[in-house]
């Protein structure tokens, strides 16, 4: 199973800081033959579903802010929120669909400092 | 609009069988792409469990799959899970969801609102 770890585990930014989160998987999820990272961003706010940000790595889903953003490759993977807003507080969950099983890290804590 | 929502018992005795449905509205299940199924514990997070094309093809996670079985029936654009021996372990909160295209190896981009079952004598 590729193990997916994410960092930190929590983390509290004032309104309108940057927030980071990192991603790492056990084995790398770049698809050589068509250059792209199996790799999901999801947010879950309290008492909902999660909700996808961002698949491929870096596409944001449709009608999600701009001020959500990823990057990375291969086996590290970054989850950037620019300027937070009170409704971003949620667990923030990557996940591995490059192979069986589908696997998600762990989730890390956004809160407001 | 894709819309999915899970039914059925929120309490299961141990050693007997889960068994869940996905009502799907808005998209066609016969249209293709992947339907699955996750749960999600306070222990292990959020857990793959199966995921099923409308024609029948499966796949599983191999940690669950000598218990599980994931069908579909197309007539009633709903897709189920069934999961037998059910301990404790297993109460959690079962999500169905939808893969974003065809295949198997996309994102899961849509979500159900979850059903809480729990295993208790």
């Known amino acids: 199973d590729i193990v997916m770890t994410q960092s930190p585990d929590s983390l509290a930014v004032s309104l309108g800081e940057r927030a980071t989160i990192n991603c790492k998987s056990s084995?790398?999820?770049?698809?050589?033959?068509?250059?792209?990272?199996?790799l999901a961003w999801y947010q879950q706010r309290p008492g909902q579903s999660p909700k996808v940000l961002i698949y491929?790595?870096?596409t944001r889903e449709s009608g999600v802010p701009d001020r959500f953003s990823a990057s990375g490759s291969g086996t590290d993977f970054t989850l950037t929120i620019s300027s937070l807003q009170t409704e971003d507080v949620a667990i923030y969950y990557c996940?591995?669909?490059?192979?069986?099983?589908?696997?998600f890290g762990g989730g890390t804590t956004v809160e407001i400092k | 609009q894709v819309q999915l929502q899970e039914s059925g018992p929120g309490l299961v005795k141990p050693s007997e069988t889960l068994s869940l449905t996905c009502a799907v509205s808005?998209?066609?299940?016969?249209?293709?792409?992947?339907w699955g199924w996750i749960r999600q514990t306070p222990g292990k997070g959020l857990e793959w469990i199966a995921s099923?094309?409308?024609?029948?093809?499966?796949y599983y996670n191999p940690s669950l799959e000598s218990r599980v079985t994931i069908s579909v029936d197309t007539s009633k654009n709903q897709f189920s899970l069934k999961m037998g021996s059910v301990t404790a372990a297993d109460t959690a909160i079962y999500y169905c969801?939808?893969?974003?295209?065809?295949?198997?190896?996309?994102?899961?981009?849509?979500w159900g609102q979850g059903t809480l079952v729990t295993v208790s004598p």
């Open positions: 084995q790398s999820l770049l698809y050589t033959s068509n250059n792209k990272n199996y």
């Open positions: 996940q591995q669909y490059y192979s069986i099983p589908l696997t």
């Open positions: 808005g998209f066609s299940i016969s249209s293709g792409h992947y």
């Open positions: 969801a939808k893969h974003r295209d065809t295949g198997f190896d996309y994102d899961l981009a849509y």
């Open positions: 491929w790595a870096s």
């Open positions: 099923i094309f409308y024609s029948g093809n499966t």
